[in-house]
């Protein structure tokens, strides 16, 4: 899955560096070098990326949740391998950006005790229900597919180790995407009963799926901060737009309607581009403050995972006779 704007990741009081370092670490930056673990780097830059990465690393393992309480109910042999490789995968890239998060100063517990205490946070777009096999397809399908665009777009940022993540987690994502479109296409081109349940999931989903990008750039807190560090690439509403040009006409073709005003969504042949209806971001901000429909059941078995997994650390570490003794 992927990463907000950084609007709600903390980076704490500026820190003051030797300007001329900053300087020489700014041009490499502008050179479009990559930044690799043991260079200098200011406490910003350092702060920002793991924050970022911590972020996108929490993502990747609470997207999973939702969508691994539907192995059990896949409708078929086929759906049910495709699932379980898919939350295979998305565990798997929690895996490789927490490496990237302990290279950058935090410990593995550190980051799973600060995500269960609601210190640090996930992607919004997983505190949504998943009611029903239809709901399952849509993530693949818009969710993956915003995380590609979005990831896509990291895969050009500035810190070595975390490009190189992205690349290799964009090849998987593709698999994600592919298989999600597979599975609405099926659904729309079943029974009318099929047809029912994408239109509903569509319209769960859809505006978690605008809203991926994160808030409008006039109330991006920490963008510029993030783009003059080349930590991201885009704004968030060039992203936003980018994804409505992808998929309006995709949903359009496959005969689904858009929740709210349907006729909000046309192509526009003056500048190019789709018209949409903008989300509801008085709702974005109640999730990310927690109140969203699933953070508290989310969060809840997020914690019951980490309790009941202490055993296996501690015997991993060889602690578990110590503690037994
Ligand atoms: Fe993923
Ligand atoms: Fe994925």
């Given at each position: 899955?992927?990463?907000?704007?950084?609007?709600?990741?903390?980076?704490?009081?500026?820190?003051?560096?030797?300007?001329?370092?900053?300087?020489?670490?700014?041009?490499?930056?502008?050179?479009?070098?990559?930044?690799?673990?043991d260079d200098w780097m200011p406490e910003d830059y350092r702060l920002g990326m793991l924050r970022m990465a911590e972020h996108h690393g929490n993502s990747e393992i609470m997207g999973a949740l939702p969508e691994g309480e539907w192995i059990t109910r896949a409708p078929n042999?086929?759906?049910k391998l495709a699932l379980i490789a898919k939350v295979q995968d998305e565990v798997g890239h929690g895996q490789m950006l927490y490496?990237?998060?302990?290279?950058?100063?935090?410990?593995?517990?550190?980051?799973?005790?600060?995500l269960i205490a609601g210190r640090t946070k996930y992607h919004n777009v997983f505190n949504y229900p998943v009611p029903t096999w239809a709901d399952v397809a849509m993530i693949a399908w818009l969710v993956d597919g915003a995380a590609i665009m979005n990831q896509k777009t990291l895969a050009d940022g500035s810190y070595g180790p975390y490009v190189?993540?992205?690349?290799?987690?964009?090849?998987?994502?593709?698999?994600?995407?592919?298989?999600?479109?597979?599975?609405?296409?099926?659904?729309?081109?079943?029974?009318?009963?099929?047809k029912q349940m994408a239109q509903e999931a569509f319209n769960r989903w859809w505006p978690p799926s605008v809203m991926f990008?994160?808030?409008?750039?006039?109330?991006?807190?920490?963008?510029?901060?993030?783009?003059?560090?080349?930590?991201k690439t885009t704004t968030n509403d060039d992203l936003r737009q980018r994804f409505v040009d992808r998929f309006a006409p995709a949903a359009r073709a496959l005969g689904l309607r858009f929740p709210g005003d349907d006729s909000a969504y046309r192509f526009n042949p003056d500048t190019g581009h789709w018209t949409f209806e903008q989300p509801d971001w008085d709702e974005f901000y109640r999730v990310i403050r927690g109140q969203g429909p699933c953070n508290e059941r989310r969060i809840a078995l997020r914690r019951f995972s980490y309790e009941?997994?202490?055993?296996?650390?501690?015997?991993?570490?060889?602690?578990?006779?110590?503690?037994?003794?």
């Amino acid at each position: 899955m992927s990463v907000s704007a950084g609007d709600d990741i903390k980076l704490g009081p500026p820190h003051a560096e030797d300007p001329e370092r900053l300087a020489t670490f700014q041009a490499r930056i502008d050179r479009g070098e990559l930044i690799e673990r043991d260079d200098w780097m200011p406490e910003d830059y350092r702060l920002g990326m793991l924050r970022m990465a911590e972020h996108h690393g929490n993502s990747e393992i609470m997207g999973a949740l939702p969508e691994g309480e539907w192995i059990t109910r896949a409708p078929n042999l086929k759906r049910k391998l495709a699932l379980i490789a898919k939350v295979q995968d998305e565990v798997g890239h929690g895996q490789m950006l927490y490496r990237v998060v302990e290279d950058l100063g935090k410990t593995r517990d550190e980051i799973l005790r600060d995500l269960i205490a609601g210190r640090t946070k996930y992607h919004n777009v997983f505190n949504y229900p998943v009611p029903t096999w239809a709901d399952v397809a849509m993530i693949a399908w818009l969710v993956d597919g915003a995380a590609i665009m979005n990831q896509k777009t990291l895969a050009d940022g500035s810190y070595g180790p975390y490009v190189r993540t992205m690349k290799r987690i964009n090849m998987e994502e593709a698999f994600h995407f592919k298989h999600g479109e597979d599975m609405v296409l099926t659904l729309m081109s079943g029974t009318p009963k099929q047809k029912q349940m994408a239109q509903e999931a569509f319209n769960r989903w859809w505006p978690p799926s605008v809203m991926f990008f994160g808030p409008p750039d006039r109330k991006s807190t920490q963008g510029a901060m993030f783009l003059r560090y080349r930590l991201k690439t885009t704004t968030n509403d060039d992203l936003r737009q980018r994804f409505v040009d992808r998929f309006a006409p995709a949903a359009r073709a496959l005969g689904l309607r858009f929740p709210g005003d349907d006729s909000a969504y046309r192509f526009n042949p003056d500048t190019g581009h789709w018209t949409f209806e903008q989300p509801d971001w008085d709702e974005f901000y109640r999730v990310i403050r927690g109140q969203g429909p699933c953070n508290e059941r989310r969060i809840a078995l997020r914690r019951f995972s980490y309790e009941q997994g202490a055993w296996v650390r501690r015997a991993i570490l060889g602690q578990l006779s110590a503690t037994a003794a």
